[in-house]
């Protein structure tokens, strides 16, 4: 099943064309990957996606649902959560109440958001840190809170960008193994990632965005080999790597 | 726990018998702190809660303070029902000014612009209007009668302020505990992470600029049946909205403590100067006054509650 749709979508900033023409589909349960190199349009992409942004042209269907007009909350009470590439904590809040935030899109009465957003934060392994003010955290927790709260909306789909950034080898290990939890109870998962090994194990499939146009997808194992991509993107370092 | 109680129910019992036991100008000067901090509590659930910066709350205050006034003169009307229309009209207005601010994405100093703007045609208006008396004003006939919010001496004014304050307080205290106060708090934060986590902000803006400017109005007929004189440009006046907004802000805007801390300080701090400078050289006591504040602001910029109950915390932490 499809459980998002985009069509010939479309953004350009004065004579930037941010994003042209792009068309692909989410499949239910899927982690899809959307890769590509700096400028390519993956944050405007996820910001047209997720509402923040309207698309010069294009549709976007979700649940068999057009998104167009919809703003960003109507699109996360439909199910769809977006996480931000340069963090966003509300800095004047617990850890905990960050969380609360999130999930009081689901429950009115602030207890049962507590237990939900305690949950969460246990899930996300930020249980110690509830206390903690959403400023000065480390960059690491400040993507563990991003994923947390938006875990706490309960999404169907949920759009990651950049999550891995910044973190050291073994921060970057749990949160994979955190994407595989959250992955493994149901939610469907579309992620911007720069960290090679984080969306070549983590993905099903692979998009890669390059000025603005979608150049291939496919599984992993053919996007690595694809000389297109290994041109635009992944270039000589990357193919060192390879065996 | 048991001693907070106590000390809750001691506090209550004393401000209900204070009255009795103070000089006049004393009533007054607690009579203007409780009515300052009730209009701080309002304008805090918009300013401190929801981050949404008004420097027109002047116009809602003006909103209570006529409807409630020409409602009675002109039609008989009681204010304590009068009030009521005043604030929905307030609350109508708020969303008019709210809309324009929060659809067109106002933020900061532009939408503080926009609340000082409505403000000022308000004013401009009602001094235009002849049943608002113009330049001259309204006086109004006093007629002691408890049914139409006119009392002889100040102990009734004083219990009416004090009923608004805990009144006020209270839908704070209420709107704190809510799904609703989360979420202005998280608006004040950051709106674009609110709109990702689902949260309508334009919707709780909306909510938040009608609540506050109703509340306000309501301190609006108070002042009016205090004063027996109204005119537009002391009501209206962009003074008048500093006046509401500068308690909270000094006591510490987005709590419940901040506005009510505020407007007693701020009170003893403007009895103070006047007390000991007006007299040397006139002007002196305002200046007094404002190098007071300009200090307050420096050196606590967050507020007074909250610098003092860090300060409480941490001393409570090392005497353990």
Same mark, same amino acid.
């Given at each position: ?243 | ?36 901090? *009730? &209009? /701080?509590?309002?304008?805090? %659930?918009? #300013?401190? !809660?929801?981050?949404? +910066?008004? =420097?027109?709350? $002047? ?39 709210? *809309? &324009? /601010?929060?659809?067109?994405? %106002?933020? #900061?100093? !532009?939408?503080?612009? +926009?609340? =000082?703007?409505? $403000? ?201």
């Amino acid at each position: 099943m499809t459980l998002l749709v985009a069509e010939g979508i479309s953004k350009s900033f004065g004579g930037l064309h941010a994003v042209q023409a792009v068309s692909f589909r989410v499949a239910d349960g899927e982690i899809l990957g959307l890769i590509g190199p700096n400028g390519a349009g993956k944050t405007t992409l996820f910001h047209i996606i997720s509402g923040f942004l309207p698309p010069d042209r294009g549709t976007i269907h979700y649940a068999g649902e057009p998104l167009a007009g919809l703003r960003p909350h109507d699109i996360c009470q439909r199910g769809m959560v977006r996480t931000f590439q340069v963090t966003r904590p509300f800095q004047r809040l617990s850890v905990l109440e960050n969380v609360v935030i999130g999930a009081l899109q689901r429950v009115p009465h602030r207890r049962d958001a507590i237990r939900i957003a305690e949950e969460m934060l246990a899930l996300t392994g930020l249980s110690e840190k509830a206390r903690n003010p959403g400023h000065g955290l480390t960059i690491a927790d400040r993507k563990r809170v991003e994923l947390a709260r938006a875990l706490a909306t309960r999404p169907r789909l949920l759009l990651l960008d950049e999550v891995m950034a910044g973190l050291n080898p073994g921060e970057t290990d749990r949160l994979i193994e955190l994407i595989r939890r959250v992955h493994a109870q149901g939610i469907t998962i579309m992620l911007i990632e720069h960290v090679m090994k984080a969306v070549m194990s983590l993905s099903q499939r692979i998009l890669v965005l390059s000025y603005g146009q979608l150049i291939a997808q496919g599984a992993p194992a053919e996007i690595v080999r694809n000389p297109q991509v290994i041109e635009a993107y992944l270039g000589e370092g990357y193919a060192e790597l390879e065996p | 726990m048991i001693g907070r109680a106590a000390l809750g129910i001691a506090a209550a019992a004393g401000l209900l018998v204070l009255p009795f036991y103070v000089p006049s100008t004393w009533q007054n000067l607690l009579i203007t702190t409780f009515y300052y901090a *009730y &209009l /701080g509590q309002a304008w805090n %659930l918009l #300013g401190g !809660y929801a981050g949404q +910066l008004s =420097l027109g709350h $002047a116009a809602f205050f003006g909103f209570g303070a006529y409807v409630s006034v020409l409602l009675q003169m002109h039609l008989g009307i009681s204010p304590w029902i009068g009030m009521f229309g005043g604030a929905l009209l307030a609350a109508v207005f708020s969303q008019g000014v709210g *809309y &324009l /601010g929060f659809r067109f994405g %106002l933020r #900061g100093f !532009y939408f503080i612009l +926009l609340t =000082l703007a409505a $403000a000022e045609i308000c004013r401009l208006v009602a001094l235009h209007l002849s049943i608002l008396g113009g330049y001259t004003g309204i006086f109004i006939p006093f007629k002691p009668n408890p049914w139409q919010y006119q009392f002889q001496g100040k102990i009734p004014y004083y219990f009416i302020a004090l009923a608004l304050l805990a009144f006020g307080s209270a839908v704070v205290w209420l709107v704190q505990r809510s799904k609703f106060g989360s979420y202005l708090v998280a608006i004040r934060e950051d709106e674009d992470a609110c709109e990702a986590l689902g949260v309508d902000t334009f919707r709780y803006k909306m909510i938040a600029y009608g609540l506050s400017g109703a509340l306000t109005a309501l301190g609006g007929t108070f002042y009016a049946y205090y004063q027996f004189y109204l005119q537009p440009n002391t009501v209206l006046n962009i003074n008048h909205s500093v006046d509401i907004m500068i308690r909270p802000i000094v006591g510490g805007s987005g709590t419940i403590l901040g506005p009510v801390l505020g407007a007693f300080l701020l009170e003893l701090l403007g009895e103070f100067s006047r007390t000991y400078f007006a007299a040397s050289l006139a002007g002196l006591n305002v200046a007094i006054y404002g190098v007071l504040l300009i200090v307050v602001v420096l050196f606590l910029p967050r507020g007074v509650y909250p610098s003092l109950r860090g300060w409480l915390r941490r001393a409570g932490g090392s005497a353990e």
